[in-house]
């Protein structure tokens, strides 16, 4: 298995994973359209026949703060550490964009805790972040747990967080 960057080409099997994963209302859908436009913020594992079985993304919100989303892993490679390779490869893109934090909102909280991340406040994230939300069947009834990863934690405050506003942009 190999992580890389995501190509044009790849979309088709990106949007595809996340469908999967969408369809069980574990993750918000994305149209080929927004795939195409954000295709730079994902990276993708593939395997030894070059399948994309595996993909994340990485998206920017401000100098010190990033979300990780869009994670999805091919049922057929669950179980195969394909997931934590994916999070430890954007940690490690966000730390050479020198980003000190990473935040996701999740269902799968072990997962993410055993990756690094510890459980914070919705409340505590920044109010943009909520207008991907709107398009969830979910919403606003969503159960999904926020968790942070820090490279500096005492830098990462409520003062840092709430320093971008809802009119600021959108996702």
């Known amino acids: 298995m190999n992580i890389r960057p995501a190509r044009v080409g790849d979309v088709p ?3 595809e994973l996340i469908r999967t994963f969408a369809d069980r209302k574990l993750m918000i859908r994305r149209s080929m359209g927004e795939l195409y436009e ?4 994902f ?3 593939v395997d030894d026949e070059n399948r994309v079985i595996g993909c994340v993304a990485l ?7 990033a979300e990780l ?8 490679a669950q179980g195969q550490r394909v997931g ?4 430890d490869a954007c940690w490690t893109a966000a730390r050479e964009l020198e980003l ?3 935040f996701a909102l999740t269902y799968v909280v072990g997962f993410f805790e055993r990756c690094g991340y510890h459980q914070i406040d919705k409340a505590e994230l920044p109010h943009k972040i909520w207008n991907e939300c709107v398009r969830c069947p979910l919403f606003p009834n969503c159960q999904e747990v926020a968790l942070i990863r820090s490279h500096e934690p005492e830098r990462l ?3 840092s967080l709430s320093r971008l506003e809802p009119a600021e942009a959108s996702r």
């Open 13 to 15: 099997a990106i949007y």
């Open 157 to 159: 405050t409520a003062d």
């Open 43 to 45: 990276l993708v594992a």
């Open 38 to 41: 954000s295709i730079r913020e």
């Open 100 to 102: 000190d934090s990473v």
């Open 84 to 87: 934590r390779q994916l999070v």
């Open 59 to 65: 998206h920017v919100f401000w100098e010190d703060l």
């Open 69 to 76: 989303k869009c994670l999805a892993v091919a049922e057929e």
